[in-house]
């Protein structure tokens, strides 16, 4: 059934979440999962221009050469900070935090998260740790890389080693109670007649996910923490001179930061998934694989720390291993990819924004997923180990996987969470630009990398600078892109054209509320009689009244 | 599973939240989020283990030295301290269930006094590190000047330094002091020292002690950790317990809600189990080498 | 050896396994394209050709396929495990280095690579080699991780603290290649390079016993005199220079402190430097250092060239400068000291008088 939109008739007016309480008090003790969202998107779009800023910086020191914009020093900060900013304070809160907070539980028919008070807790930590690490970065950063490696960031940083790693050990702690509240929501708080198997792929992915941050989570808090212990008490077990031992670190510290790396690709995985079925029209392909792929990764993830150690001094034998389980991690994504392929067949396909950033991810991911069977074979990654084609690597996965996929979900529960509609001109205008100008960006890293550029590098040698120079060109594209949502879509919020509750007609749950939904969510809890991506009237879609009426915006 | 539609003016037990439909849901709820929570503790624990059993395995005999400073009783007393404490624990978890008021209340106390003892041992333990020269930071340590009038011979080499042997507490700078290497000459007599034990202890064929107190040093960085960690586990373990004396003095807990007692209970279990890991680890190495 | 390309798209390949991590990494490319374009094709096909027709459409249900779903399970793992083996298989011949390797010691500290080689030649951020010779790097550092990275040779290992790291390469190809310090080690960790020059067997020698390879001995002898030993700043200096002037004084007679006179030919050249308070010139203090166990045999004879070549009007030496040297300290038993005639014995007392 289908609320009315909000501000239809005077002296009727409907509360929404947005509107239910105006006060600053109610929005920052708020238990709505949804306001706690909206603040959570806030925060990590803050960070993600910092973040943003560093590279642009890192990007025009690259244009020449010689380390001439900013001393070597200063460039070893700023990559540092760009790592940290966006790892640990965008890219791992962005989907689950934002989206997942919003939408899951509307998704699967409940009146908010099983533990709201938990959930803006969780919100508080972000804050602190996030402030600490602004704080940090003022009164002077940190130059370790954001791999922390000893015995430099214990001994030898001269940097706000402590400071830093004590808002990670903080952050850590905001991702953990996220992932623990999802897994009991999505445990107990499901609708009526929502069974496991007819929940979206979005909620599955985020199921998986959640396991890995709150399993992993607390090996980088522990390792973090004696660090900081070690860095300033002058005693521990990283550093050789006093009896420790380097390669430990950087075991402990892998084998929460390769889990990390699945913490952010899944949920980006997960909202692929309903783009891809929502916008052909059909029931994803596979729907069990893929469900399960997803656990499959969260698994296996946790196997296959040490392929970052190939060239530490890591024994062979342990190499071969982590290698062959890194080939074996690899086939539930490429399970994933052939099973979103296969449900365009025969759907019936729209080329609206956030199906662009799917098609986008899915081209993206390709490339960076593929790249990274290179590196896992072992010969081939003592080669390109430290070489920017590890960096054009793992940008391929978290800039062309995740955070497409993070600007996929945004435009497309955008009407939902707002209320407005946003132009659609200046939606794929970005999309594509996004697209080409990360394509510019990244892919002659992968030729630098084989030539051998070292990453970290301020200054290198002359006869790279050619295709550095195209890399940069290529990130003043990208950031155009990434800036233009945040203007139409701030631009949407005053003068966009009122959202209707489901603009796109999809069968998801989210859909069957308002748009914004009010605090409860439903007026009348939903019950649930249909198999997940139910496009015809069966799920209780209302296709004719809608082709009738059309109010819709989508182009 | 609740199955009827939620309705503002539907009767909600006490102690219901607002997004649960029964209190059937929110119970469940909360025990799926106290185990997971569980069991990211474990995953934080796990990493002070790994790196515990990453050194044991290499330096065997520095830790059994290490361990063998270690009180065996206070530690064992501990031990049975925190068994007991489970045990009015899960009375107390009991009573709620049998809605006994009186009861709860007695056990909660007892509890907490079992827990501020450990606490208290504790502090025994540590000011007793402090007193000999064993904490692991430099400066930290009780400092006592060399008396230049007290006779000094020859300084023993280390591995002659009978166990157990008095010496003089001489730490002018508060520095980690460990004198005792007479295990690695034992060991290196039956020859049951490990490859980074022969590298480690050693400078040109010769027994160095101050690699071997470095060593030792680790064992003592890893002891404090640890159970400086679980104490503060047991520390956030007492505030919940204050909390629960206070509600249940309130008469929150009865047959029909006790969920925050079992949860509680699980956490305070938790804590307690971890200390049954770390008992052993800690205190109970090498003691068969000392006789 | 940079390429002569104006923008480098690939790296020259410079030691024995290059072609297998560069055959591994073509064969990635290709499973990768042979990936890349089915799916993409399939997407743009799928894309266009089911595009929405009509609006709302609902278009017949599809359920998953158990073959498909198995297909395309089975044939990534295969491949993956081909990839898996290649990798393993180049990996096992990058860090097993073959029997009889020439030794080469590396020491990675901030911010600099310092090698020695068996023969005790010590050098920094450069690495000589010959061509075709196994060669075996035992490595540490000082201080941080570092990672002695050679990309040309298709090779790298961290070096750590507190332990020794190992490598190995054998140069197929002459030239000059990159080191990279390959792990993020602070400051200046983008200045932290160098070169390897690959030689054939033969320049190699030469450089090790001293002579940089292509140098003619007199050459050679100006650089050792004026860079590298620093002889210039004593023998070179002008009106106020405190060493004997040196020039057209070759194959002359030399007035001796003492009052002997001695014939300046090679002999008396080499002995000047290797025991120069032997014979101190007239009219000048006996300052001059020694500089025997600092230069070479060969670097004598480059210097004494190089003196020679500075009296170009002096008269032909009965002397060979490449006849093997006599002793170090020249005790007069030579055929060639035949001219010294009046000279005092080497090695005895400056100050007593030559001439009974």
């Known amino acids: ?555 | 599973m609740s199955a009827h539609a939620s309705d503002k003016f539907v009767y909600h037990e006490p102690g219901l939240q607002h997004q649960f439909d029964d209190m059937g849901q929110q119970e469940e709820s909360v025990g799926i989020g106290m185990w997971f929570f569980l069991a990211q503790e474990i995953m934080f624990f796990g990493g002070l283990f790994t790196a515990y059993l990453v050194y044991r395995s290499k330096f065997p005999m520095a830790f059994a030295a290490g361990s063998n400073h270690l009180d065996a009783f206070w530690g064992g007393f501990n031990t049975l301290v925190l068994i007991v404490s489970s045990l009015t624990m899960a009375l107390t978890v009991f009573y709620a269930q049998k809605s006994n008021r009186s009861a709860q209340i007695v056990l909660i106390i007892l509890t907490m006094i079992f827990g501020a003892t450990f606490l208290g041992v504790k502090a025994i333990e540590y000011t007793d590190k402090y007193n000999h020269g064993l904490i692991p930071v430099a400066g930290w340590n009780k400092r006592a000047p060399a008396d230049p009038a007290a006779a000094h011979g020859e300084a023993k080499p280390c591995w002659e330094v009978a166990h157990g042997e008095e010496h003089k507490y001489v730490n002018p700078r508060g520095e980690f002091i460990w004198t005792d290497c007479s295990l690695v000459k034992q060991a290196q007599d039956h020859n049951y020292l490990t490859e980074s034990e022969r590298n480690g202890y050693f400078s040109s064929g010769q027994i160095d002690g101050n690699k071997f107190r470095d060593k030792v040093r680790i064992f003592y960085y890893l002891y404090f950790v640890m159970t400086g960690l679980h104490a503060l586990h047991m520390v956030v373990g007492l505030f919940l317990m204050a909390w629960l004396l206070w509600t249940a003095w309130k008469g929150y807990y009865t047959a029909e809600y006790y969920m925050p007692v079992e949860m509680s209970g699980l956490y305070w279990h938790f804590v307690d189990i971890v200390w049954i890991f770390l008992f052993p680890l800690l205190y109970l190495l090498g003691r068969h080498f000392m006789h | 050896m940079q390429t002569t390309s104006w923008v480098p798209i690939f790296p020259e390949q410079a030691s024995s396994f290059a072609w297998q991590v560069d055959l591994l990494y073509f064969y990635l490319i290709a499973v990768s394209v042979a990936f890349t374009i089915p799916i993409v094709v399939a997407v743009v096909v799928f894309a266009l050709k089911y595009r929405e027709t009509e609006k709302y459409a609902t278009p017949e249900e599809m359920h998953g396929s158990m073959v498909l779903e198995t297909v395309w399970s089975i044939i990534p793992f295969v491949i993956s495990m081909t990839i898996f083996l290649g990798g393993a298989i180049v990996y096992f011949q990058q860090y097993t280095p073959p029997d009889d390797a020439m030794e080469v010691y590396v020491v990675g500290k901030q911010w600099m690579w310092k090698m020695q080689h068996e023969t005790g030649q010590r050098e920094i951020n450069e690495l000589h080699v010959p061509l075709n010779r196994t060669i075996k790097l035992i490595m540490t550092t000082e201080d941080v991780i570092h990672d002695f990275g050679l990309p040309e040779f298709r090779t790298k290992m961290d070096v750590v603290p507190g332990r020794y790291t190992y490598m190995w390469f054998n140069a197929t190809k002459p030239g000059k290649y990159h080191i990279f310090c390959q792990e993020y080690c602070g400051l200046n960790h983008s200045g932290m390079g160098g070169w390897v020059y690959v030689m054939e067997q033969r320049d190699f020698d030469n450089w090790l016993s001293g002579n940089v390879s292509g140098l003619t001995p007199v050459e050679e002898g100006r650089d050792l005199f004026t860079n590298k030993l620093g002889c210039a700043s004593c023998h070179a200096g002008g009106p106020a220079q405190r060493g004997a002037k040196l020039e057209n004084v070759f194959n002359t007679d030399v007035k001796l402190v003492g009052g002997g006179t001695v014939k300046a030919d090679e002999n008396y050249v080499r002995n000047s430097i290797l025991n120069p308070a032997s014979q101190i010139v007239d009219g000048y203090q006996p300052i001059m250092p020694t500089f025997k166990g600092q230069v070479t045999e060969e670097q004598v004879n480059a210097l004494v060239a190089y003196i020679k070549s500075l009296s170009p009007n002096a008269a032909a030496s009965t002397t060979s400068t490449t006849s093997p040297p006599p002793a170090a300290n020249n005790t007069g038993t030579s055929a060639n000291k035949a001219d010294r005639g009046k000279a005092t014995a080497p090695g005895s007392n400056p100050n007593t008088p030559a001439n009974k």
């Open chain 1, 1 to 555: 059934m289908q609320s009315e939109a909000v501000l239809t008739h005077p002296g009727e007016k409907k509360l929404n979440y947005l509107t239910n309480g105006t006060t600053l008090k109610s929005w920052l003790l708020t238990k709505d999962h949804k306001r706690i969202a909206i603040m959570y998107l806030i925060s990590v779009s803050v960070f993600f221009m910092i973040g943003g800023m560093f590279a642009a910086t890192i990007r025009l020191e690259l244009l020449t050469p010689a380390s001439d914009l900013l001393e070597t020093g200063s460039y070893n900060k700023v990559f540092t900070e760009h790592g940290i900013m966006m790892i640990f304070f965008f890219l791992i809160p962005s989907i689950p935090a934002v989206i997942g907070n919003f939408i899951l539980p509307i998704m699967i028919g409940a009146k908010d998260l099983a533990l709201p008070r938990i959930n803006l807790l969780s919100l508080y930590i972000y804050w602190i740790a996030g402030g600490l690490a602004l704080y940090a970065l003022m009164v002077g950063g940190v130059d370790t890389g954001w791999t922390f490696y000893t015995p430099y960031s214990t001994t030898f940083s001269n940097s706000y080693v402590m400071l830093v790693g004590l808002a990670i050990f903080i952050n850590g702690f905001s991702s953990i109670l996220t992932g623990l509240n999802f897994i009991v929501t999505i445990h107990t708080m499901r609708a009526p007649g929502m069974t496991w198997f007819r929940l979206p792929l979005f909620v599955w992915a985020h199921y998986a996910v959640s396991l890995v941050m709150v399993l992993g989570t607390p090996v980088v808090a522990i390792t973090v923490l004696l660090l900081a212990v070690e860095r300033f008490a002058h005693v521990g077990i990283f550093d050789p001179s006093i009896g420790g031992d380097p390669i430990l670190f950087q075991h402990m510290f892998w084998f929460y930061s390769h889990p990390a790396v699945y913490i952010m690709v899944l949920p980006g995985m997960g909202v692929v998934s309903e783009l891809i079925s929502n916008f052909s029209r059909k029931k994803i392909f596979g729907y069990e694989f893929i469900a399960f792929s997803s656990i499959a990764i969260a698994v296996f993830g946790f196997l296959v720390w040490g392929h970052h150690l190939f060239v530490s001094g890591q024994s062979m034998y342990a190499g071969m291993v982590f290698s062959f389980l890194t080939m074996v991690v690899a086939v539930p994504s490429a399970i994933k990819m052939f099973n979103w392929t296969a449900t365009l067949y025969k759907g019936s396909v729209s080329f609206d924004t956030p199906m662009l950033y799917a098609l986008g991810f899915m081209g993206l991911f390709l490339i960076g997923g593929l790249t990274g069977l290179f590196l896992g074979a072992m010969g081939l990654a003592v080669h390109l180990s430290e070489t920017y084609f590890v960096v054009a690597h793992f940008h391929y996965v978290m800039v062309g996987g995740q955070v497409i996929a993070y600007l996929g979900g945004i435009h497309y529960w955008w009407p939902k969470m707002t209320g407005k509609m946003y132009s659609e001109f200046w939606g794929k205008i970005s999309a594509m630009l996004v697209f080409v100008g990360f394509n510019l960006t990244f892919f002659p890293q992968f030729i630098l990398g084989y030539l051998g550029m070292p990453r970290r590098y301020a200054a290198y040698p002359p006869e790279f600078q050619v295709l550095n120079i195209f890399s940069t060109a290529g990130a003043s594209v990208l950031g155009i892109g990434m800036l233009l949502p945040v203007i139409y879509l701030v631009h949407s919020l005053i003068w966009g054209k009122t959202a209707g509750d489901n603009p796109w007609m999809h069968p998801g749950l989210e859909w069957r509320t308002s748009s914004p939904p009010p605090t409860e969510n439903f007026e009348k809890t939903p019950v649930v009689t249909w198999e997940a991506y139910e496009f015809g009237e069966e799920s209780g879609l209302d296709l004719e009244e809608a082709r009738r009426r059309d109010l819709v915006t989508v182009t």
